[in-house]
């Protein structure tokens, strides 16, 4: 599934079919401060890296990433994972400099979950620091199933 999809007037593009400087927009958003402090994984990475995950996606069939748009505004990024017949895991990161689009974000990954890959169950996690995600996935409707240490696991059913 290497298409681009359009859902609920979104456009969802698929990292595989991303643009030379889409790519390096994406990375740019990964690396900013206020991105990656809600990262399990911390770190500045580097394009070759970055090029190096975008390689990988190419044959993964239980993997699948987006960079959202909507009327022409780049609004985020979205990622279904660990995809199984009815359900995935699920991350979401807003492009940084834009505002009050979590909840667009929200919306555009239920659709593509519900409507193109017919899933049924939305699984995550968060990091107990991120604070205004899990007050974003509560409004969304998903459920704390558990927590350790570090982060909390929740689910939604569609």
Sequence with gaps: MKQNFNCEGYELLNYL?????EIEMILEWRNHE???TFMREQNIISM?????????????KQKFCFLLKEKGAYLGVIEL???????AYIALNKNPHAKHV???LM??????????FKLQ?????????????FALYEKSGFKLI?????????????
């Design 17 to 21: 079919n991303l643009h030379p400087q």
């Design 34 to 36: 206020s991105v990656r």
């Design 48 to 60: 070759q890296e970055h090029l190096s995950y975008l390689d990988n996606l190419k044959n993964n």
């Design 81 to 87: 994972s660990k995809i199984t017949k009815n359900s």
């Design 102 to 104: 979590g909840a667009k």
């Design 107 to 116: 919306k555009a990954l239920e659709c593509t979950a519900a409507n193109i």
């Design 121 to 133: 169950l939305l699984k995550l996690s968060v990091l107990q620091t991120n604070t205004l995600a």
């Design 146 to 158: 558990s927590k350790n240490e570090r982060e909390f696991f929740m689910e939604k059913s569609l």
